[in-house]
Structure formats: C-alpha cells, structure tokens
T-cell receptor, first 112, second 114 residues
C-alpha cells in the first residue's frame, strides 16, 4: 500500500521569500499525487495534482510541484510567499484504487 | 452548488452519549469519504462510499463508530457511546466518479467529548 512522508512538520519563512515543502511517497505502482491546503478552521482544498504528462504541475495561488519518479518525490514550491499563504499543507497519494492517503501535514508560517 | 455541507460545525457532548454527524455531498458526486483529523494521528480515512454503498470501512476505529448513506445526498457518522478520545475534527469529502480527481471537503465538525 502507498504511504506519504512529509519531511517537515513546520516551515517558518519570511514574506516574499521562496519556499519548498517536501513530500516523498512509497508505492509499487503508478500513482496520482496531490497537494491540498487547509486554512484555519476550514476544510482542505486542492492546490494542484499530478495525474500524468508533464512532471511540472502548476496550481492555484502561484504554487507548483514537480513529480520526480526516480526520487519518489513531489515537492511543492512557491517563489515568493505571502502572509496569506500561512496554512497547513498536505501531500496525498492515490494508487487509483479508490483510496487516498494523506501525509501528516506541514505547517507553513509566513512572517512579515 | 454550495459545496459539501456538514453539520453541526461544533459539538460538545458528555462521555457515553450518542453523537451523530451529518454530511451533504455535492450533487452528482459518486464518492463520499469520512475523515478524522487529530494532532496525534493527522488525517485518517475512516470509511468511504461509492454510489451510497460502503466500500471500505477498515479505518473505522471500533464498533462504536458506524456510518450510513441512505441516499445520494445524505450521510451520517454515528458514535455510540462517545469517549473523550473521540474528540477530533471530522471531515466529509466527496468526489466525482473517480477518487483520483479532486476531492471537495466540507468545513468539518469539531467534536469535543468531555
């Protein structure tokens, strides 16, 4: 079965700095990969997803992620963060068997 | 569509009481999921339905938990009897046709069992 590891539980960063949130997965078959964001007291919403095709995926709010099959990674990046990006970010993987697993989450805190 | 609607948003109950959480998925979505989120265990999939039929309930922690989906527009998650360790935020999510498309989450129900 697939599993997801988010390597950093917390990432503090200053406003306008770049950020990378790391995600590694384990699976023996082809996977679908997702990043979700959770703002305080809200449900999760999709940032971006990789299903097939180009390994560089662009999402909402200026985020992008790159699928690296050899390293089994799907790191999330943004070149310049804003205060409003402060939230919890979840990486998720599905093997297409109608089951999605979420990582433990990374809390991004953007400081002025 | 108003999105996935969960009720109540907050629930405080005493240990031993029955608790029922409710979810209205997005119209036309064939999959419905119940998740539990805690600081210790993160986001856990409890159970999911396809076309109102429970497909995988292996994540349900114990027999005190039960979930139903009597029709395409309504699902419940029941805990009876509730215990303090059940305190968590419970999310309902729905998706269209296949799970590897976007899942839409409700705002969650924050359950506190005292």
């Amino acid at each position: 079965a697939q599993s997801v590891t988010q390597l950093d539980s917390q990432v503090p960063v200053f406003e306008e700095a770049p950020v990378e949130l790391r995600c590694n997965y384990s699976s023996s078959v082809s996977v679908y990969l997702f990043w979700y964001v959770q703002y305080p007291n809200q449900g999760l919403q999709l940032l971006l997803k990789y299903l097939s095709g180009s390994t560089l995926v662009k999402g909402i709010n200026g985020f992008e992620a790159e699928f690296n099959k050899s390293q089994t990674s799907f790191h999330l990046r943004k070149p310049s963060v804003h205060i409003s990006d402060t939230a919890e970010y979840f990486c998720a993987v599905s093997e297409g068997n109608n089951d999605m697993r979420f990582g433990a989450g990374t809390r991004l805190t953007v400081k002025p | 569509d108003a999105g996935v609607i969960q009720s109540p948003r907050h629930e405080v109950t005493e240990m031993g009481q029955e608790v029922t959480l409710r979810c209205k998925p997005i119209s036309g979505h064939d999959y419905l999921f119940w998740y539990r989120q805690t600081m210790m265990r993160g986001l856990e999939l409890l159970i999911y339905f396809n076309n109102n039929v429970p497909i995988d309930d292996s994540g349900m922690p114990e027999d005190r938990f039960s979930a139903k989906m009597p029709n395409a527009s309504f699902s419940t998650l029941k805990i009876q009897p509730s215990e303090p360790r059940d305190s968590a935020v419970y999310f309902c999510a729905s998706s269209l046709i296949r799970w590897n498309t976007e899942a839409f989450f409700g705002q969650g129900t924050r359950l506190t069992v005292v």
